[in-house]
């Protein structure tokens, strides 16, 4: 036998133990590889649905609060124009009830210095109608409390 022969028959043992024995190992593992990619590509895209659920629940809940929000300031602008309103009526209540006051002082006022001058108006006629009266001696006397109560 030639060197030759021996080589292609340790070839053909050798391939033949190879599919035999190591390429089903091989073709195995290269199935395990595959399944392996795929589950990971099934995981994947997975979390990418996941991934846009939750970036579709955030936009809702990003609306929602956008919403809540401008309810929010529309509720404080109309707050804040309620009491400008109400802070507008009190002090025109302040304003006339301040008024009213100074007017009852001011009334209060002209009527004691109408009394005062009415007072002293009346001692001033008495007094003169009681010198004029004591110079006419033919007249009973009359004192300047009984004018006073008859004015």
């Known amino acids: 036998m030639s060197a030759e022969?021996?080589?292609?028959?340790?070839?053909?043992?050798?391939?033949?133990?190879?599919v035999w024995k190591l390429y089903p190992v091989l073709v195995q593992s290269l199935d395990d590889y595959i399944d392996s990619i795929r589950k990971k590509i099934h995981d994947v895209q997975s979390l990418q649905k996941r991934a846009e659920m939750s970036l579709n629940h955030a936009y809702g809940k990003q609306g929602q609060l956008e919403a809540a929000i401008?309810?929010?300031r529309r509720k404080s602008e109309e707050?804040?124009?309620h009491i400008r309103e109400e802070n507008e009526k009190y002090v025109a209540a302040l304003e006339k009830r301040h008024k009213e006051q100074l007017q009852a002082q001011l009334e209060s006022e002209l009527t004691r210095q109408r009394d005062l001058l009415i007072e002293r108006l009346s001692d001033v006629?008495?007094?003169?109608?009681?010198d004029k009266m004591q110079d006419t001696k033919s007249l009973p006397k009359i004192n300047k409390e009984d004018l006073k109560n008859i004015i």
């Open 79 to 81: 707050r804040i124009r």
């Open 70 to 72: 401008e309810d929010s």
């Open 125 to 130: 006629i008495i007094e003169k109608l009681a």
């Open 5 to 18: 022969f021996s080589v292609f028959i340790a070839f053909i043992i050798f391939a033949g133990f190879f």
